[in-house]
């Protein structure tokens, strides 16, 4: 039974970190929708999910960065060698809009993405909590 629940959580835990990191992706494209030549990046989120439930010891393993300091007044954060950007394939997107200095940035597709995105974290995020709450409850006897 505890195992379920801790697949579970490993499954949101593995979501909020490809949300992340897609949100990452898509500040790139609008801080160079300027920027001469640049084309415009982004990543199959569904094909990353199902490769996370597919294989989930390989997620498992390289899951949130393991925090180490070498100062008691520092941390900093180690990656592992099979981080979240290096299990998802980040490509080139399609120019949508013809431009000059071949930038292939879509601003209002962008903000888009973006906020899409920004709201599906936020809901992972309510989505845990309240499954949270629920075991607590569930522990508490209540």
Same mark, same amino acid.
């Given at each position: 039974?505890? #195992?379920?629940?801790?697949?579970?959580?490993?499954?949101? =835990?593995?979501?909020?970190? &490809?949300?992340?990191?897609?949100?990452?992706?898509?500040?790139?494209?609008? /801080?160079?929708?300027?920027?001469?030549?640049?084309?415009?990046?982004?990543?199959?989120?569904? /094909?990353?999910? +199902?490769?996370?439930?597919?294989?989930?010891? #390989?997620?498992?393993?390289?899951?949130?960065?393991? &925090?180490?300091?070498?100062?008691?007044?520092?941390?900093?954060? &180690?990656?592992?060698?099979? =981080?979240?950007? #290096?299990?998802?394939?980040?490509?080139?997107?399609? +120019?949508?809009?013809?431009?000059?200095?071949?930038?292939?940035?879509?601003?209002?597709?962008?903000?888009?993405?973006?906020?899409?995105?920004?709201?599906?974290? #936020?809901?992972?995020?309510?989505?845990?909590?309240?499954?949270?709450?629920?075991? &607590?409850?569930?522990?508490?006897? +209540?």
């Amino acid at each position: 039974m505890i #195992e379920r629940l801790t697949q579970r959580m490993e499954f949101f =835990s593995n979501v909020l970190q &490809l949300r992340a990191h897609r949100q990452q992706v898509i500040a790139s494209n609008i /801080a160079n929708a300027d920027t001469p030549g640049f084309t415009a990046r982004d990543f199959d989120f569904r /094909a990353a999910i +199902q490769d996370a439930v597919r294989n989930p010891s #390989e997620w498992r393993a390289g899951g949130m960065p393991m &925090l180490a300091g070498n100062d008691a007044r520092h941390l900093r954060t &180690l990656s592992n060698s099979t =981080s979240v950007a #290096e299990r998802t394939r980040v490509a080139y997107t399609v +120019q949508t809009q013809p431009s000059l200095d071949g930038n292939s940035v879509d601003m209002d597709q962008q903000r888009a993405n973006f906020m899409h995105n920004a709201i599906q974290y #936020e809901s992972t995020l309510r989505f845990i909590n309240g499954h949270v709450r629920t075991m &607590l409850s569930a522990i508490q006897g +209540q």
